[in-house]
């Protein structure tokens, strides 16, 4: 069974900083993909980021990208230039790139806090 | 844009009773998922479903839980004695073929 850990529960960081939020996982699969998705204060799941695991180079959108380490299973997300409406829970997931319906597979996320 | 719609937003209902929560998928989409969050916890997977039957269900989607595609538009979950534990924010989600799940904006069912 695959397992994701986020274990940062709360972070907090000044508007404009850069700010980076650790994930790991566990799956004896090789061929997968890992997502970020913001959940802001109106509980909307919304997809920041995803990553196909046998790409190499890491994904970019805009003022967020990802270290996709494999080797280590480790997926961080990093927000550059963060901005108050970045205030929000940041979750990891994963799920299998195999045909069918697969589901996301979540982690405890981590409460992320754009101060003024 | 497309979207996933969810009704209700909100349900209220007593403990021991029924509830039907309804979703509207993507209209060219084949797969569709529940979720479950429990408040301050994380998104857990709850039931997929393609081609008219369940293809995966996690523990938690028990007897009491039951899913259906009546027409070629909904997709409800079903509670059918409710418990206070059901109690948290329930997502529809739908894919095409590709890997994005695309997510309602969720129904929260309070069980008094």
């Known amino acids: 069974a695959q397992t994701v850990t986020q274990s940062q529960p709360e972070m907090s960081v000044q508007e404009a900083e850069t700010v980076t939020l650790s994930c790991t996982y566990d799956?004896?699969?090789?061929?997968?993909?890992l997502f970020w998705y913001k959940q802001p204060p109106s509980r909307q799941m919304i997809l920041v980021i995803r990553q196909e695991a046998y790409k190499q180079q890491n994904a970019t959108e805009n003022r967020f990208s990802v270290n996709f380490q494999k080797a280590a299973k480790s997926f961080s997300l990093k927000i550059s230039d963060s901005q108050l409406g970045d205030t929000a829970m940041y979750f990891c997931a994963f799920m299998k790139h195999v045909k069918g319906a697969q589901k996301l597979v979540f982690g405890q996320g981590t409460r992320l806090t754009i101060n003024p | 844009e497309p979207e996933v719609t969810q009704t209700p937003s909100h349900q209220v209902t007593q403990m021991g009773q029924e509830v039907i929560l309804r979703c509207v998928p993507i209209?060219?989409?084949?797969?569709f998922y529940w979720y479950r969050q429990i408040l301050g916890q994380k998104v857990e997977f709850l039931v997929s479903?393609?081609?008219?039957?369940?293809?995966?269900k996690s523990e938690i989607f028990d007897d009491q839980f039951s899913v259906e595609r009546p027409d070629g538009s909904n997709f409800t979950l079903k509670i059918r004695s409710t418990k206070l534990e059901d109690s948290a924010m329930y997502f529809c989600?739908?894919?095409?073929?590709?890997?994005?799940?695309?997510f309602g904006p969720g129904t929260r069912l309070t069980v008094l």
């Open positions: 799956t004896s699969e090789n061929n997968y993909y």
């Open positions: 479903f393609y081609n008219n039957e369940i293809s995966e």
């Open positions: 989600a739908s894919k095409e073929l590709a890997d994005e799940q695309f």
């Open positions: 209209s060219n989409h084949l797969y």
